[in-house]
């Protein structure tokens, strides 16, 4: 899952620039990746390939800022009954 | 309005007429009436015409004074009936009835300050042969544009880049200082140009060449000095003011029309010349297929109340697509929008119907502060003097109601993509620090010989540099203003969507709102007038009530938008210079852009993931520099074209 996400965040906001790293743990935000517009392609995503739901009181940078925050946010939510597609 | 064009060879050689006359054929469009040349002892003047104020007796250059001045002008002024009745009193014969004539006895009387009696807009240059000068002017804000080059012991002006990039000796090499302006602020910063060579004259200044030294100086600059006036007393001398610099802009000798946007400002102006006028009005708008951009209704309630004559164009997004090489080529910069493009179009309107001057409502939202982004900065202010505030942040509802997923993002966010911090609000440029820094993150598409190029380079601290004392003891909302009207209006709204788009057409605008007398009481009033609360343009609203139709004065402002990327990446558009141009090997050979990233944006569209403004100002910023280097720089024939320089 890790590697769908930064593939993910690679292709959408990095575009492939190879000079640019992001570690697990680096923050969406302050690496300056994601804007307002980019917070909904992240979500629209998310929703979309691990067929999930995402409420609106879970918007928030402790799920999504950083690809391991954005991973346990995804295991949590689909441990939580809502299954997983490959 | 016309184009100018002219060369002084400080070392007396030529200029030879074919290259003026071929400087001045690069922008015969601006002036397809007419065409005159002048040359003496290394001087050239030339000029190309489209007639509107005395149309027998204006052939320009134009001479006075036995031939020791001679001038080449682009432009109006307005108030010229009431000067030429004062000059006539002081015992002055004119030869002609037309505002150029105008100039140059205010000039002969005045000299150079004969610029501060002037109510217009304008572009010229004056050769005083018995001083041995040249006196180069522009219009307050900027309406008209005015560009030179030194270049080999040869000074050139123009009114368009075009015509000075005939002349063999100006490169045309970019210039990545201004790429970066425009990446950043959306427009270049004068005396800037996207070409290394060529500098563009800054609205409010003249110029003087004499004795082999060029000098620029300001004769005018916007001040907020606050007045103390009631609402009643305002809206009383508002009105008086605007009726008047709508009267002064229907002096034509060819009969006058206007745009119609469906918004509060082009129904004021077209509202005020009906109240003027009698007779048929006929009135020019842009709609769009798409609903989310188009404004139709609120056009055809206008005609209804006004009975105007109503010509449309409506805009698809291919169509779009189809003219953006040509918008570009009349541009001549990059642009991040696609909303020069419909603007054209729009000209091509007035011109198919035999109109050759319009007016139009620009210039209201900078001067009355019609902008979200003055709503936006008065919102950001008021949540950081109480950054724990949870009810603060939901204003901004007010100002995006279609991002509703926007506000349900977490204050964390929205501090962060609004720059919300108590240091954030002590910079000088708060206003305007989410969109700049918004736009600066198209930066990572530069190469790496552009971005090595830029290391040291700052836009941002360069123009704080340049900023008038004043400017810092301005309150946040005068600020924003300020900035506004120095870099978006003049470098965006008034030439890359303004002069460019009409002249490409031959047709000229008039900007009411950009009146000196109403710009001069509008930076005086109390910021409450102008916006109250969160209610933009206040006092111009109340002063709109019983003259326009009650859901226009009331509608909440629609700034113009137009369809964005989709009108070039659809399947259906095919346009196969967008792929030509943005393919990894053109994009590799004209250097400025990272094609892998390029690649990945297009293919980012492609899958239909690319939604935000991020990311539509990208494409548009990369296809339209890669366009000006295809025509401006490797030469090639403009897709669409029918001219080339």
Redesign the interface.
Known sequence: MQHELLKFIQ??F?????N?ELSPDDSL?ER?LI???????L???LEQKYVIKIE?SE???ENLDSINALTRFIERKTRTGVHTCN | MCGIAGIWDLHGRGPEPRLLNRMIQAIRHRGPDDVGIHTEDGVGLAHARLSIIDLAGGHQPMSADNGALWITFNGEIFNYLELRSELVRKGVRFATNSDTEVILQQYRLRGERCVEDFEGQWAFAIWDARQGKLFLSRDRLGVRPLFYATREGRFAFASEIKALLVIPEISRQLNPAALDQIFTFWSSVPPATIFRDVHELPPGSSMTLQDGELKTYRYWQPDYVEEPMSEDQAGERLMVLLEDAVRLRLRANVPVGTYVSGGLDSAIVTALVRRITSGPLQAFSISFDDPEFDEASYQEELSRSLELERHEIRCSPHMIGQVFPETVWHAERPILRTAPAPLYLLAKLVRDNNYKVVLTGEGSDEMFGGYDIFKEAKIRAYWASRLDSTRRPKLLERLYPY?P??Q???P??LK??FRVSAEEAADPFFSHLPRWE?TS?LK??FSDTIKDELKSNSSKSQLELSLPVSFFGWDAFRRAQYLESLLLMPGYILSAQGDRMAMAHGVEARFPFLDSRVVRLANSLPVPLKMKVLNEKYILKQCARGLIPESIRKRHKQPYRAPEAASFLSKASGLEYVDELLNPEHVRKSGIF?P??V???I??FRRG?A?????NMAFLGILSTQLVVHQFINRQESYNATRIA
Not at chain 1, 14 to 18: H, K, Q, T
Not at chain 2, 611 to 615: A, F, L, N, T, Y
């Open positions: 292709e959408n990095m575009f492939g620039l190879d640019f935000i300056g804007d307002s517009t980019g917070v909904l392609e979500i629209a995503f609106d918007l928030v940078p | 991002l997923k926007l349900l993002q977490s964390t966010y962060s993509f918004l993150k990572a598409f990272n892998t990233a690649q990945n944006l293919a980012k993931q939604i935000g403004i991020k990311d």
